[in-house]
């Protein structure tokens, strides 16, 4: 059962910058052109603590460690006298969405770390080993949560919910718009009867994690470098013990999933006869006429496979019709040999497992690599790149439900990569956590 406890979060000083220009998206989204972006438009800008540089080629991590340090010292940066949890709500518009405004609610707040075979916390997709040797490493330098894993869990009843009403009747100590249009607005709970409530009702449950499986296992590697270290490990209660973590209830509008397309480019030897020739041994396909024009209706085309079977759109340069593909019933995706029987028929794993690699000779590991894949997150967009000039087809992808995603993650399976994106990200610097083995949370 999750132990859920509350920190002295560090958060900035409002009086000293503008949130608004200080936080930032995870660090797994900035490239390096984004990064300048951020750093240029506030010297305290949090991508200086999560995306480190250092002068002359030294140790980007001490830097980070050295720029910590000296915001808390200049007062930039603030711990909390007392233990809190913190509201958190994130108001947002997407394309996809019909660009109305939508908030996705949840709360801050510190977590006992459990291995995954304990079922308590539990992932959905599978990790690299380069990204948390990076993040341990700035982990071990800084020891700091940065920004927190985003898990989920289920409140049917809202009960999570109403606990948080009376703090959220309450001025926000944090309310910033950051570049994407998404409004982030954070209130502080240290009342120690709602506190208690709030851990009272979250024992029984189970969290999932839907983004940060890679800090997540990096604060398990943190956690294991801390006991290390220490004659009789860690104290029951050290803040070692511990991840920063935002949780969210599923049962909401706001935990929204957008779909993750794919742009197929510089494949020797591809042409688009040959690929419906050849799909048709797997898929029935049908046209979706003017869909080009009609993401709408490309969508609904895709919703409605029949017999619920796996599907997705495909759309060819120079054309303005899409192709509907929905996985023939016939076909046994286990003897296939695509997955276990949990992930064997998602639209994502049918598209790489039979289209990708069986059709068109892509590799396992040339479409993790990247060989001739990019990914595109917005529809419109991969759309748009269907006229690129090395652009051979777009796949076009449904979201995921909640609702699958808790269904894998119950039977201990992991979906194929870049299955799920939640939207929006949650934004690194709001609140940071300090990791002192010596500090006890309870």
């Not at 606990?163 to 959220?168: A, D, H, S, V």
């Not at 994407?180 to 709602?194: I, N, Q, T, Y």
């Not at 290390?228 to 013990?241: F, I, K, N, V």
């Not at 059709?359 to 529809?379: C, F, H, M, W």
């Amino acid at each position: 059962m999750p132990d859920i406890a509350p920190l002295r979060g560090i958060l900035y000083d409002p009086t000293r910058v503008d949130p608004s220009k200080v936080i930032a998206p995870p660090y797994d989204v900035i490239d390096p052109d984004e990064r300048a972006r951020l750093a240029a438009g506030d010297p305290h800008n949090c991508v200086r603590l999560i995306l480190p540089e250092a002068d002359g080629g030294g140790d980007r991590y001490a830097a980070a460690a050295k720029t910590l340090d000296a915001w808390l010292a200049e007062g930039v940066l603030r711990r909390d006298d007392r233990k809190s949890m913190y509201r958190y709500h994130q108001i947002f518009t997407h394309p996809d969405l019909g660009d109305r405004p939508v908030t996705r609610t949840g709360f801050i707040a510190a977590v006992r770390l459990h291995d995954f075979s304990e079922r308590v916390i539990l992932p959905h997709e599978r990790t690299l080993r380069g990204p948390k040797v990076d993040r341990l490493a700035l982990m071990k330098a800084t020891s700091a949560h940065f920004s927190q894993i985003f898990t989920m869990f289920k409140d049917s009843s809202g009960e999570v919910e109403r606990l948080w009403r009376k703090t959220e009747k309450e001025q926000p100590v944090v309310d910033a718009v950051t570049a994407d249009g998404v409004r982030h607005l954070l209130w502080r709970c240290s009342d120690a009867e709602v506190l208690g409530k709030i851990r009272h009702a979250m024992a029984p449950k189970k969290l999932y994690i839907a983004d940060g499986h890679h800090r997540y296992e990096t604060m398990l590697a943190l956690r294991e470098h801390f006991a290390a270290g220490r004659d009789g490990g860690l104290s029951t209660y050290s803040a070692a013990q511990y991840g920063t973590m935002f949780l969210s209830s599923m049962d909401q509008e706001g935990m929204v999933i957008l779909p993750t397309h794919r742009i197929l480019h510089s494949l020797e030897g591809f042409s688009k006869a040959t690929l419906l020739d050849q799909a048709r041994e797997y898929f029935v396909i049908d046209k979706i006429e003017k869909g080009v024009a009609r993401p709408q209706a490309i969508r609904d085309a895709v919703a409605a496979a029949p017999n619920h079977q796996p599907a997705f759109a495909v759309v060819f340069p120079g054309e303005s019709d899409a192709w509907r593909f929905t996985l023939d019933p016939q076909v046994n995706t286990l003897a296939l040999g695509l997955a276990t029987k949990t992930v064997a028929k998602l639209d994502v794993t049918v598209l790489h497992g039979i289209l990708l690699e069986r059709v068109l000779g892509i590799s396992p590991a040339a479409q993790e690599a990247q060989t001739n894949l990019r990914y595109v997150k917005d529809t419109g967009k991969a759309l748009a790149a269907a006229g690129q000039p090395d652009t051979q087809a777009v796949f076009l992808l449904a979201p995921s439900s909640v609702d699958r995603v808790k269904h894998v993650s119950d039977a201990g399976e992991i979906m194929p990569q870049k299955s799920t994106y939640f939207f929006p990200k949650i934004a690194s610097g709001l609140v940071i956590a300090r990791i002192d083995p010596e500090e006890e949370l309870i």
